[in-house]
C-alpha cells in the first residue's frame, strides 16, 4: 500500500508562480514514477507532469516551458513547481504513484489551485 499527502495548493493571480509537494509512505520501495495530474470541473483527468525512476520527465503540452516536476527518491517525494500561471490551470491538482507488479495507481486526495485576477 502506498500513501500520496499533496500541499502547496491555494489562490494566485495569473502569471504568479506556486509549488505543490506530494509526499509518498508505505511501500515507498516499490514505486516506479510519481507524477501529477489535474481535473478541471466537467472536464477528464489529465497528465500535467510525470517522472519515471532515473529521471525521465514528460510534461503536457500545455504547461511545458511552465512548470517543472522534480523528484527525491531518498525522501520520496515529488514536487511541481508552476510559473506563469494562467486561468485555464485552474483545478484540483492529484499527485499519483505507480507501483512495480501493480494493476493500479495510487493517488493523492488532491490539492485545489485556483489563478484568478
Known amino acids: 500500500q502506498v500513501q500520496l499527502v499533496e500541499s502547496g495548493g491555494g489562490l494566485v493571480q495569473p502569471g504568479g508562480s506556486l509549488r505543490l509537494s506530494c509526499a509518498a509512505s508505505?511501500?515507498?520501495?516499490?514505486?516506479?514514477?510519481m507524477g501529477w495530474y489535474r481535473q478541471a470541473p466537467g472536464k477528464q483527468r489529465e497528465l500535467v507532469a510525470a517522472?519515471?525512476?532515473?529521471?525521465?520527465?514528460n510534461y503536457s503540452d500545455s504547461v511545458r516551458g511552465r512548470f517543472t516536476i522534480s523528484g527525491d527518491s531518498a525522501k520520496n517525494t515529488v514536487s511541481l513547481q508552476m510559473s506563469s500561471l494562467k486561468p485555464e490551470d485552474t483545478a484540483v491538482y492529484y499527485c499519483?504513484?505507480?507501483?512495480?507488479?501493480?494493476?493500479?495507481?495510487?493517488w493523492g486526495q488532491g490539492t485545489q489551485v485556483t489563478v484568478s485576477s
Open positions: 499519483n504513484a505507480v507501483v512495480w507488479l501493480s494493476s493500479q495507481p495510487y
Open positions: 508505505g511501500s515507498i520501495s516499490r514505486i516506479y514514477s
Open positions: 517522472r519515471v525512476s532515473g529521471g525521465t520527465t
